[in-house]
């Protein structure tokens, strides 16, 4: 019984250890990650998404979005009390967007949120989070022509408060 008791806190103290190491890893490989050139690459791709919008300027959402896109969301009706689901937008949506959303500057301004989260980047993919004046948009990028690109956004309006 005292060599299955010995033999149990060794196993413990081993798993208790190799967590350890292996969550200093993972802070590690974090570290590194957001020091890398490709983070600032993926992080200027969303900044000049959401600038394009804040600032009336469609030509950052061409440099940033690919043509491709797909864009779908989901709006907050306070009216209906519910959201409106399946908004859905390409990129030439977009980019007119950008050219009008907030031409008399009253929906965007210098203290709007442009709150960007870097979740993973591989070799050609990375997905990221930004919170922004509308609300939440979840990203896929793309690594096209050595450039990341913005393919998929889901978004939704500022969840309400309950």
């Not at 043509?67 to 907050?76: D, E, F, M, V």
Request: with cysteine.
């Amino acid at each position: 019984m005292k060599k299955l008791k010995t033999l149990f806190i060794l196993s413990l103290v081993f798993f208790v250890f190799y967590g350890c190491i292996s969550n200093d890893k993972a802070e590690n490989k974090v570290d590194k990650i957001e020091h890398s050139a490709e983070y600032k690459n993926v992080e200027l791709a969303i900044l000049d998404y959401v600038e394009g919008l804040y600032l009336v300027d469609s030509t950052r959402i061409d440099k940033s979005v690919d043509t491709k896109l797909r864009k779908i969301g989901y709006w907050y009706n306070a009216d209906e009390k519910g959201y409106r689901d399946h908004l859905e937008m390409t990129h030439k949506q977009l980019s007119n967007l950008a050219a009008s959303w907030n031409t008399s500057g009253d929906r965007a301004n210098e203290e709007s949120p442009k709150i960007i989260e870097i979740f993973d980047i591989n070799s050609k993919t990375a997905s990221a989070k930004l919170t922004a004046e509308w609300g939440i948009d979840l990203f896929h990028l793309a690594k096209v022509h050595n450039q990341w690109k913005i393919v998929n956004v889901m978004w939704q309006s500022q969840p309400e408060k309950e």
